[in-house]
């Protein structure tokens, strides 16, 4: 059986898991600048999504 702690690592590793074709094609898209952007709002949002799960699948 999971544990709940298994079920909120791998929404975050599923969410979080670019590789170096992403950044290349991000970096070929949108520049470096637009890059860090990218991803600095995907570890936002990631960090936000698995904190909130992690929250409710405790309260539960």
Do not use: H, R
Not at 4 to 29: I, N, Q, R, W
Not at 30 to 55: P, R, W, Y
Request: no cysteine; charged share 10%.
């Amino acid at each position: 059986m999971l544990k709940e702690g298994d079920a909120v690592a791998s929404v975050v590793l599923v969410m979080y898991f670019p590789g170096v074709v992403t950044f290349a094609t991000l970096v070929k898209e949108l520049g470096v600048v637009g890059m860090f952007k990218s991803v600095a709002i995907m570890i936002v949002s990631t960090l936000l999504v698995g904190g909130i799960l992690n929250l409710v699948i405790s309260a539960l």
